[in-house]
Nanobody, 122 residues
Framework: QVQLVESGGGSVQAGGSLRLSCAAS????????MGWFRQAPGKEREFVGR????????SYADSVKGRFTISRDNAKNTVYLQMNSLKPEDTAVYYC???????????????WGQGTQVTVSS
């Protein structure tokens, strides 16, 4: 079992930055690949990006590529989502999730955090 807790959400103006953190506890964090997803009001939850268990491989949705960066610190059992050049359309609840299979499909993620709200105003 892995418990995930996101933090760092908040309100920011367009063009600003936020860094989300996802702290993990329970089973060995470093053995899991990690993903970030988001769900905007009235929309389906969507893939944002993912990072491999060692941090050597990352992948991003086209909508955030070049603006968002995922990193992890296995010594701290934490994964990060650095969000720059934020846009109003980035407003959503952001979730981190853990998987044993490097993937983008939500159904392949075994453990989920409770989410943190990010609001970007124009």
């Amino acid at each position: 079992q892995v418990q995930l807790v996101e933090s760092g959400g908040g309100s920011v103006q367009a063009g600003g930055s936020l860094r989300l953190s996802c702290a993990a506890s329970g089973r060995t964090f470093s053995s899991y690949h990690m993903g970030w997803f988001r769900q905007a009001p009235g929309k389906e939850r969507e893939f944002v990006g993912r990072i491999s268990w060692r941090g050597g491989t990352t992948s991003y949705a086209d909508s955030v590529k070049g603006r968002f960066t995922i990193s992890r610190d296995n010594a701290k059992n934490t994964v990060y989502l650095q969000m720059n050049s934020l846009k109003p359309e980035d407003t959503a609840v952001y979730y981190c999730a853990a998987t044993s299979v490097l993937a983008t499909g939500q159904n392949l993620y075994d453990y989920w955090g409770q989410g943190t709200q990010v609001t970007v105003s124009s």
